[in-house]
């Protein structure tokens, strides 16, 4: 099997709650995809309901410096 | 809501509309890099242009450098060299031409000696031998020298300053005395007081690899010797060997025959692969109005000193063509030749594998055709990048990020907001007016007086439409969406009788002459003929007029815009770069879209024109001078007595253009439109909405998100900040709000952001 590089990890450290579920969210394996690429990351997600939890601090920095980069390919 | 499909990164198929030939013949248009007329007739190709600079700077260091780079010599050359470069200089047509030769002479003078060479320099393998003296064998093995042979040079004269007399016997004292410093640093091998006849030769010919010899010597050897003048080289002795008279020659065949020695020593035929040689000829454009300095600094006898150098070569233009350059901020920004610029825009497009890096200066011009209007050879890099953009689609290349905004407005335009209805009381109407999605979003109050005052002006009935014309995807190279667009709105044209399309804006007019069959005129054509209405009034002070890059080669347009500013009494200030030279504020191309800080330098390029109020017949130029902080007026605020205000943010514009649809509808149509009242209450922060227009968030994505969170529940709570944070995936995007609930039905929003990235939960 293939090793799979976490290419971004965050950890909610109890400070994140799912308004639906009520409980903390923790820290949880997801994936960004964009124009049939694949990133696997560690972001807050909600042990219940799986809501993935991507910080403004992410979106617009890692999250859209990689968008450019696919973009130009 | 209408959605655009995003590229898919997997599938590739090539679609070429332009051949590279046609590129090459567009580039090649552009002469950047062509020399300056100067070094273009210096056979030894000096730098003329770099040299006088560095003169003009006092820096005789490097412009003896530079001088030294085609003549080891450089006293015995400036005082032969017949100087066909001033004959050429440009400044010749206006005045008295630079004294080049003189300059060079008192370069060569006042220069530092070149150190030592020769110690540290890795020298050839293969050796030369040279046989004779003269000017040259002189310069060949300096030439050579400098190349890093080992040479021998076998001559009759006693010693090196034998030698240097025998070679330049018009030197001064001084003059050869220098000269004779600088022989003696070259690291050449002399064998002084040779016998120099047949017997030396065949002794020695096979000790060297390549032999040269002077023309004296050459012919003395071998009488019956051919020379081939283009290589310095007599083939059937395979000997270099010098011919010619003068200074010019000795220095031009050392040149050459530096270069056959180049070839031969490496067993190469000599007449290949030497490149350019000699003279040639330049198209430099050169701006001739920077010449002022008309007449030469008076030489003295000895020649100039040092301080005359200096002010003689400060009259050099420094010829260079950057025309395009001083008018375009896109250019400007990315700053190297304009040619090659698109050349690699071009090539951009070419890639099927791997980074696009041109992608953003090729989406960052605005299409204007600008430079092809200053350009003196007419380059079109509006061609060049349209084309590149439109390849770019259709090999499923083209990123959807930069335009997207621009693409859903205008789905917005002739979609929700899309409007078209005959006069009240027709079926068909003689006229349909077509104000412009821009006019609608920016001043729809004036649209409504501008269509009700044609209403009732006009005979025959004039219909409506409010929609986009389809420039956007144009410029976008979206050229599927564009045949769309017009299908429909020559569908929307028909219903309403073909009738005589009034134009709103120059844009507009363009982009729907692409239309068969579609008569078209400006509204300032129709002003013009049924006069200003009532309320009609100029600005108090004077003004600037900013020609709109959709009216570039429509001196009609141009005319008939002036006119109407004269009519009005408005007191035109005459800007440079106006007319068909104007250049664009930033709309076009969708600049503003995929690169923000050259749209604003395009912008504030056009403010410098002038201190004065603007007044623009584009409601796009209006609206961005405004928001750069000008007084900023289009014609037909003036025209209708309106004041568009302060410039709408982003949603505003969408709620200005729903709003003017629905009140018209309601007002002139009698139909109840549709209700746009949101079942909650929905404030904004001024952060929040500072950020969405900064971020292209509109209020309907904000909406999307609340509109899922109270269907779904889900979100989180941030206990750092006290806010709620729901998102949606609407189209190829996923928004995040952040609010507070204020009450049961009452949120307020703080922030909002996105990102076109999906996120899914991970497997695993
Ligand atoms: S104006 Fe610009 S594009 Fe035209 S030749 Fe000069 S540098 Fe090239
Ligand atoms: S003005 Fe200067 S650069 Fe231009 S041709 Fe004359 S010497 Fe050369
Ligand atoms: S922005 Fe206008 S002037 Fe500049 S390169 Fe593009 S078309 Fe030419
Ligand atoms: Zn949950």
Redesign the interface.
């Known amino acids: 099997m293939a090793i799979e590089r976490t290419y971004y990890t965050i950890d909610p450290q109890g400070k994140l709650q799912c308004v639906k579920c009520g409980v903390p969210l923790e820290k949880g394996k997801a994936k960004f995809m964009y124009l049939a690429n694949g990133f696997p990351v560690e972001l807050p997600v909600c042990p219940i309901c799986g809501f993935v939890y991507v910080p403004e601090e992410l979106a617009l920095g890692k999250v859209a410096s990689v968008e450019r980069a696919l973009e130009d390919k | 809501m209408s959605q655009i499909q995003?590229?898919?990164?997997?599938h590739v198929y090539k679609v070429n509309r332009i051949s590279k030939e046609e590129i090459d013949s567009m580039v090649a248009l552009c002469v950047y890099e062509q020399p300056p007329f100067c070094n273009a007739a210096c056979p030894l190709k000096l730098d003329t242009r770099a040299m006088l600079k560095a003169a003009a700077a006092g820096d005789f260091k490097k412009a003896l450098q530079l001088y030294e780079k085609i003549a080891p010599f450089p006293l015995i050359l400036s005082h032969g060299c017949e100087a066909p470069c001033e004959q050429k200089c440009r400044v010749c047509e206006v005045g008295e031409g630079i004294a080049i030769r003189d300059i060079e002479a008192a370069v060569a003078r006042f220069g530092e000696l070149s150190r030592l060479g020769g110690i540290f320099k890795t020298t050839k393998k293969q050796s030369v031998a040279i046989f004779g003296s003269g000017l040259f064998t002189l310069f060949l093995a300096g030439e050579l020298e400098k190349k890093a042979y080992p040479i021998t040079v076998f001559c009759a004269e006693a010693d090196e300053e034998a030698y240097l007399r025998a070679a330049a016997p018009f030197l001064d004292e001084e003059a050869f005395s220098l000269e004779l410093k600088r022989l003696r640093r070259k690291d050449i091998r002399f064998c002084f007081g040779s016998e120099i006849g047949p017997a030396l030769y065949s002794e020695k010919r096979g000790d060297f690899n390549v032999l040269c010899a002077s023309e004296a010597v050459a012919r003395s050897l071998f009488p019956q010797a051919v020379c081939i003048p283009e290589l310095m080289y007599c083939e059937e002795e395979d000997l270099v060997m010098g011919c010619g008279e003068g200074v010019m020659d000795a220095a031009f065949g050392a040149k050459k025959a530096a270069l056959t020695v180049d070839r031969l020593a490496q067993k190469l035929d000599p007449r290949n692969t030497r490149g350019s040689e000699g003279a040639c000829d330049s198209s430099l454009y050169t701006d001739l109005s920077e010449a002022t300095a008309l007449r030469r600094v008076e030489r003295p006898a000895e020649g100039y000193s040092k301080e005359q150098a200096i002010q003689e070569a400060k009259r050099c233009i420094q010829c260079h063509c950057e025309e395009c350059l001083k008018s375009c901020a896109f250019l400007k920004h990315y700053k190297k030749h304009p040619g090659l610029l698109g050349k690699e825009i071009y090539n951009n497009t070419q890639i099927i594998m791997?980074?696009?890096?041109l992608?953003?200066p090729m989406n960052s011009c605005s299409l204007c055709g600008q430079c092809s209007v200053i350009c003196p050879n007419g380059f079109d890099m509006a061609h060049v990048c349209a084309v590149a953009r439109r390849n770019m689609v259709s090999t499923d290349k083209m990123?959807?990020?930069p335009h997207e905004f621009a693409l859903l407005d205008m789905l917005f335009s002739n979609g929700d907001a899309f409007l078209c209805r005959p006069q009240p009381g027709y079926e068909t109407c003689k006229y349909v007016f077509f104000p412009g999605c821009q006019a609608i979003a920016i001043a729809p109050e004036t649209v409504k007086a501008a269509y009700l005052d044609l209403c009732e002006r006009l005979d025959g009935g004039v219909a409506l439409m409010l929609g986009c014309c389809g420039a956007i995807c144009d410029w976008a190279g979206r050229y599927e969406m564009e045949e769309q667009t017009r299908e429909f709105l020559d569908r929307e044209f028909a219903k309403l009788g073909d009738p005589i399309v009034i134009a709103g804006c120059p844009s507009c007019r363009k982009e729907l002459s692409s239309h068969d069959g579609l008569e078209l005129v400006g509204i300032w054509d129709i002003l013009g003929q049924i006069g200003l209405p009532e309320g009609a009034a100029k600005l108090s002070r004077p003004v600037a007029l900013h020609d709109s890059c959709g009216a570039r080669g429509d001196a009609h347009t141009q005319a008939a815009i002036r006119a109407l500013a004269e009519q009005l009494g408005c007191q035109l200030i005459d800007t440079p770069y106006s007319g068909d030279r104007s250049p664009c504020c930033g709309y076009g191309g969708l600049t503003a879209y995929a690169n923000r800080e050259v749209a604003a330098e395009m912008t504030d390029k056009c403010l410098e024109r002038s201190d004065a109020p603007y007044i623009s017949y584009c409601m796009a130029c209006r609206d961005r001078f405004a928001r750069q902080g000008r007084e900023s007026r289009h014609i037909l605020e003036l025209v209708y007595g309106t004041d568009a205000g302060a410039p709408p943010d982003i949603s505003q514009k969408r709620w200005n253009r729903l709003t003017l649809k629905n009140e018209l509808l309601r007002d002139l149509w009698r139909e109840e439109p549709k209700e746009m009242n949101l079942p909650y209450q929905l404030d904004y922060t001024d952060e929040a909405r500072r950020m969405m227009d900064d971020r292209m968030i509109l209020t309907d994505d904000v909406i999307g998100v609340l509109d899922g969170f109270r269907e779904?529940?889900?979100?989180?709570?941030?206990?750092?900040s006290g806010l709620?944070?729901a998102?949606r995936r609407i189209g190829n995007a996923?928004f995040?709000v952040?609010f507070t609930r204020e009450a049961e039905d009452h949120y307020l929003v703080h922030?909002a952001?996105?990102?076109?990235?999906?996120?899914?939960?991970?497997?695993?």
């Open positions: 995003e590229r898919g990164s997997t791997g980074d696009h890096q992608n953003k990123p959807l990020a779904s529940g889900e979100a989180i709570f941030d206990s750092d709620m944070i998102r996923t995040w952040a922030r952001y996105s990102h076109r990235m999906n996120v899914v939960k991970g497997q695993g």
